[in-house]
T-cell receptor
Framework: SQTIHQWPATLVQPVGSPLSLECTVE??????LYWYRQAAGRGLQLLFY??????ISSEVPQNLSASRPQDRQFILSSKKLLLSDSGFYLC??????????????FGEGSWLTVV | QKEVEQNSGPLSVPEGAIASLNCTYS??????FFWYRQYSGKSPELIMS????GDKEDGRFTAQLNKASQYVSLLIRDSQPSDSATYLC????????????FGTGTRLKVLA
């Protein structure tokens, strides 16, 4: 079966410090990978998506970057965190199946508090 | 107009009742529709997907899709306190399979 894992689950970081969140998918190959952010009381905001190794698309300009060094690995990074980067970060994957198979599945999420 | 709209709630129903959650969307080209349940502090988990007009049932859950009216709903029969959560509606427009539009969710409270 297909599974997705991300870590760390929670972290508290000072302003100006770097960030690295990791996500891996198991049980499938060549998934589409996503990073979302969910601010308190708000909807899911798509940050990045990737359709293959080294292929990253950014949806919004921001202080973050993403990389996909391996087929099933997706990394979210920042060189210098801002207070506004606090939130709940979700990694997700989907497959480019036929219409009935494009469900998006989420990892466990990472709570980031920038202080 | 938001691309996907949901009433934020809270929607309160007594235990054992039917909970009805609604979602409207603006893009007529949307072809895939999903309902997720999200407990406080946790990630969204898939309840159901629906692609064709009509009803789709899975246990206590029924999803209803009406593309002409651009709405999708989720019915929860025999609601339990454990169903108390936020329910997210999401739509996807083929062939742009990478863009999933999520509503902000409806908070459901099932009262024991």
């Amino acid at each position: 079966s297909q599974t997705i894992h991300q870590w760390p689950a929670t972290l508290v970081q000072p302003v100006g410090s770097p960030l690295s969140l990791e996500c891996t998918v198991e049980g499938t190959s060549n998934p589409n990978l996503y990073w979302y952010r969910q601010a308190a009381g708000r909807g899911l905001q798509l940050l990045f998506y990737s359709v293959g190794i080294g292929q990253i698309s950014s949806e919004v300009p921001q202080n973050l970057s993403a990389s996909r060094p391996q087929d099933r690995q997706f990394i979210l990074s920042s060189k210098k965190l801002l207070l506004s980067d606090s939130g709940f970060y979700l990694c997700a994957f989907s497959r480019d199946r036929a219409l009935s198979g494009n469900t998006i599945y989420f990892g466990e999420g990472s709570w980031l508090t920038v202080v | 107009q938001k691309e996907v709209e949901q009433n934020s709630g809270p929607l309160s129903v007594p235990e054992g009742a039917i909970a009805s959650l609604n979602c409207t969307y603006s893009d007529r080209g949307s072809q895939s529709f999903f309902w997720y349940r999200q407990y406080s502090g946790k990630s969204p988990e898939l309840i159901m997907s629906i692609y064709s007009n009509g009803d789709k049932e899975d246990g206590r859950f029924t999803a209803q899709l009406n593309k002409a009216s651009q709405y999708v709903s989720l019915l929860i029969r025999d609601s339990q306190p454990s169903d108390s959560a936020t329910y997210l509606c999401a739509v996807n427009r083929m062939p742009r399979t990478y863009k999933y539009i999520f509503g902000t969710g409806t908070r459901l409270k099932v009262l024991a």
